[in-house]
């Protein structure tokens, strides 16, 4: 197995050129970030899409802002540095407007240790209206030495009167020949990497989870062996949506495990607790999210090269007998091609799994 998944990555060297050291992709913004740790500004809003490492490197950006020592910056990604204050959901939900209003009050006091002191909400999205509003005006007039480090998938997320009083940080999907080479050296064997970095579709996160699973291939096999399954008939479609989510949760065991030695761990030192727990339920659902959005773009690929096969443009899927691909019309194929990918908003909104994929399935079936 690779040594510290998800973003726990060996301990970090002192010089801050290293500060990054590990992280797949995203160069151009750690260099911005190495040239902000001695003059920050006073909020940054990191951005982009699950799993794309947005949440590993802020959490590396908050410890070059309040060291340079390699044991106090580890003590940073272990969440136990008295000037990192983490702010977490109070629950399943939400950041609350009374954790909004500790961290304003704790704002105004001198850092313990470090020059400055860092609040970093790795889940901003979940901050309800009432808690940014507690947040505003200490964003407005903020301590010389406080920084806030918010972290959400869009800027959306929050109130634009958070958002624009933020310097927004955007960390997009990196290119799959980054991921690959970052996978190999991690330790992954090459044949390997390429098979994880044509799945993890530009997320390093998901990409470092996927590298230790064998079922990979088989989660590809699945997704790319719907279409000529498809039926209008509901009962099959209901079937097909049972199938892909079966084949999501074998790639989750890497996190599984991770949740399970942190929490033996934090059960040792006698922390942890309900907030541990739910913060582990937010983090599988995310995963599985992604693990599902993922899913549904290697089917998306598939009606998109099954356009581009029958129009002369070139395939990506080049494993896929032409045969097959030529069975859809390319005016259907394109049209099956954006279904699927509403459906990645469908689920974006909240909407169950089981359901939305049935749906999709059964309107494949009508629309091929």
């Keep these: 197995m690779l040594p510290e998944l998800f973003g726990r990555l060996p301990k970090i060297a002192m010089d801050d050129s290293e500060l990054f050291a590990g992280i797949i992709g995203h160069a151009a913004v750690t260099s911005l970030l190495l040239a902000e740790l001695d003059r920050p500004a006073h909020a940054y809003m990191f951005v982009g899409p699950a799993s794309a490492g947005k949440a590993t490197v802020a959490r590396r950006f908050a410890a070059g802002l309040v060291s340079d020592d390699p044991d106090s910056r580890q003590r940073v990604f272990n969440g136990s540095h008295p000037d990192v204050i983490i702010i977490e959901p109070d629950g399943r939900s939400s950041i609350t407007v009374d954790q909004a209003r500790r961290a304003v009050a704790q704002a105004s006091l001198s850092p313990l240790e470090a020059g400055r002191k860092v609040f970093l909400l790795e889940e901003a999205g979940m901050m309800n209206d009432e808690a940014a509003n507690a947040l505003l005006k200490t964003l407005e007039e903020p301590s010389e030495s406080t920084v806030f480090v918010l972290v959400a998938e869009s800027e959306d997320d929050l ?28 330790g992954v064997e090459a044949d390997r990497a390429a098979s994880v970095t044509g799945i993890a579709g530009g997320r390093p996160g998901l990409a470092i989870a996927l590298a230790t699973q064998p079922q990979v291939a088989e989660f590809r096999r699945v997704w790319l062996g719907i279409p000529p399954r498809l039926s209008e008939h509901p009962g099959e479609a209901y079937i097909l949506a049972d199938e892909v989510q079966e084949a999501a949760k074998p790639l989750l065991a890497t996190l599984r495990q991770r949740q399970t030695a942190e929490q033996a761990k934090y059960e040792s030192e006698g922390r942890g607790g309900k907030m541990l727990k739910d913060r582990h339920e937010r983090e599988l659902r995310r995963a599985t ?51 699927v990918l509403a459906t990645v908003e469908s689920l974006q909104t909240h909407q169950r799994p089981q359901l939305a994929f049935a749906a999709l399935f059964s309107e494949l079936g009508a629309i091929t």
């Design 289 to 339: 999210s992604a693990i599902y959005e993922t899913g549904l773009e290697i089917l998306a690929g598939f009606y998109r090269d099954s356009a581009a096969a029958q129009l002369g443009a070139p395939i990506r899927n080049t494993d896929i007998p032409v045969t097959e691909l030529a069975k859809v019309l390319p005016s259907r194929a394109i049209a099956a091609a954006s279904r």
């Design 159 to 186: 109130p634009d009167t958070v958002a624009s009083r933020s310097r927004t940080i955007v960390l997009g999907r990196v290119p799959d020949d980054e991921i690959e080479a970052g996978l190999i050296a991690l």
